[in-house]
């Protein structure tokens, strides 16, 4: 086998259509390719979930780490009472994705808690995630 034909056969491999698949797979070459077609299309859709620019490239389970070694939602519960939620109002002051990395750099400054921006970033990240959704 040469170069140049090995190289060919696995560019119909790589590229293959549903007709193309009926000589590799047989019968089942149009469930398979279907499946396949399925499986790629689940994963572009769920990798292709909005997140505001701010926020790319955010570690997230960074930002829920710090969440809990703050106490973040402990100081929220004494400053607003319930389950401490009530202070992320995604209607009310804090209506862009900018505005909340601000407020989580807020109570950086305010509580003297000494993260680093990127920590910011992922736990604003977080809470946009859970709480705010913006896009």
């Given at each position: 086998m040469s170069i140049k034909s090995s190289s060919k056969s696995f560019r119909n491999i790589v590229f293959a259509s549903p007709s193309s698949c009926v000589n590799f797979l047989g019968d089942r070459a149009g469930w398979t390719?279907?499946?396949?077609?399925?499986?790629?299309?689940?994963?572009?859709?769920?990798?292709?979930?909005?997140?505001?620019q701010i926020y790319q490239g955010a570690d997230m389970k960074v930002g829920e780490k710090l969440i809990s070694e703050n106490q973040c939602d402990a100081c929220h519960v004494r400053n607003v009472g319930g389950n401490g939620h009530g202070i992320y109002r995604p209607k009310g002051r804090i209506n862009s994705p900018a505005l909340?990395?601000?407020?989580?750099?807020?109570?950086?400054?305010n509580l003297n808690l000494a993260l680093f921006p990127d920590e910011v970033n992922s736990i604003a990240a977080v809470l946009n995630r859970d709480h705010y959704k913006f896009k």
């Open positions: 390719w279907g499946v396949l077609v399925s499986l790629l299309s689940l994963g572009i859709s769920v990798g292709a979930q909005e997140v505001p909340l990395r601000g407020q989580v750099e807020a109570c950086n400054t």
